[in-house]
């Protein structure tokens, strides 16, 4: 059989016009093997093609998945941003509505001693949104992952504004800023005569002169330290406000509220009266600024 395939075989050509001949010479296996590769051939092509074709489909049916995946987790990542944003947006609203204070009341706030001030003064620092952006730019697969960083960094900032906002509310309250009682101004803060003796004397508050027995109200919230009789006061109430922050109220004929008592700002604490060493119906009002008395007039900025 080897033998057979490997013979030779000479094929004749002739031209009939010329009668010029041509011989050719082949073996059969070659022939073969040409004539089996040449039916081979677009076989072999469609065969590679058709696995080319499996491969990319496999390739392609992987990406789809793969971005299936990541398109749910950015959906989900993006519905988390979407709740810390209106969570942050309420938080906003919240204190945009909470930071405008009574006119007259922060201005009484405003003239308050800086050491009263300072006790106010809370909360921190926090990293700003700028410090991460140039990094979530670098790495786009990681933004989400960043921008969720960035706004749990706001939402800290955002709660220790509002710490700090409500201290403010607070040292509002506290702050004496409204007269404790109708009436007119018969004595101011600091040198004056003495009203017995005529010597040479420092007054240490206000003397509001008013009808006996007209009320007395606190002018700022706070707690009644004390309420009981003490010498040439008579009869004396007083209010710790916190931040550093006291009232006194003298001479009252008689007390509404006793000491451990909450009062708010307006609220009745006692009445007018000439208890002590009083040369007539009035109220001796004094403030205190960390154990310091100040002038209380230049926070009295309004009767209610």
Known sequence: MASFLSRRYTVVFIDRTSGVGRRLTVRLDWSLATVAFMFALPVLVGLGIRWSTVAELSSLRSDTASLEMENTSYKAATGELATQIVSLQGVIDELASRANLDPATAKAMQKLPAVVKARAMGGGTTAQPTEYMATALASPEDTFGLLRDVLGRLESRLRIVRTD???????????PSI???IGWLSAGFGERADPFTGDPGYHQGLDISADRGRPV?????????????????GNLLVIDHGFGLKTRYGHLSQFAVKAGDSVARGALIGYVGATGRATGPHLHYEVLANGQLINPLQLMLTTR
């Open 179 to 181: 007269w404790p009682t």
């Open 165 to 175: 906002v409500e201290r403010r509310e607070a040292l509002a309250a506290a702050t």
């Open 217 to 233: 109200v606190a002018p700022a919230a706070g707690v009644v330290e004390s309420a009981s009789w003490s010498g040439n006061y």
